[in-house]
């Protein structure tokens, strides 16, 4: 049967909205996991400085205060190797398939800098965080092996006893590049 005329029209003019449709679609997921920009006078790259800070539009948060703290017990425990602090501000979710040797032994050389909090929003709590990691290779992940990391991810956090704590990360919020 061949096409013709009007049906040859109403057929591509069909395919043309399924194949537009399904790239604004695209397009538009694409652009909703994406991390936003940068906050303001932040400049990715290693540190000295292990401080958890705060953007103006994340300080605006009822909650920034708190939030900031748990991060900065969460980071600093990883920079001093500190796994019973790890412990106290992560939720079972994140500890109970981690052991004190194999905690231990993935963040053995892991130093964590240049840490801001970019964003936080809420239902659930969740906080975009931008920081810089320096590691062995061989404990960076598997798919960018590298010795300094810049990251853009999302921290889910949840209220357990009374208790902010981290409960994940939204992989479809995060992002890593090797430092330059």
Not at 87 to 112: C, I, K, L, M, R
Not at 151 to 159: C, G
Request: with cysteine.
């Amino acid at each position: 049967m061949r096409l013709r005329g009007r049906r040859l029209t109403m057929v591509l003019t069909v395919v043309l909205i399924v194949v537009v449709g399904g790239g604004a679609s695209a397009a538009w997921a694409l652009g909703k996991t994406r991390p936003g920009s940068m906050p303001d006078g932040y400049a990715a790259g290693p540190s000295g400085d292990e401080s958890v800070t705060v953007s103006a539009a994340a300080g605006l948060h009822p909650r920034a205060g708190e939030v900031r703290q748990t991060l900065q017990t969460y980071f600093d425990a990883i920079n001093r190797r500190d796994f019973p602090a790890w412990h106290t501000v992560v939720g079972p979710e994140q500890s109970a398939n981690q052991t004190f040797e194999d905690w231990s032994h993935a963040y053995s050389t892991t130093v964590d800098s240049n840490l801001v909090i970019a964003d936080i929003a809420d239902d659930p709590l969740r906080v975009r965080t931008m920081f810089t990691s320096e590691q062995s290779a061989e404990f960076a992940p598997k798919r960018l092996p590298a010795t300094c990391i810049n990251w853009d991810l999302t921290y889910l956090l949840t209220d357990q006893d009374g208790v902010l704590k981290l409960s994940g990360i939204d992989p479809s919020t995060q992002s890593m590049t090797a430092c330059r």
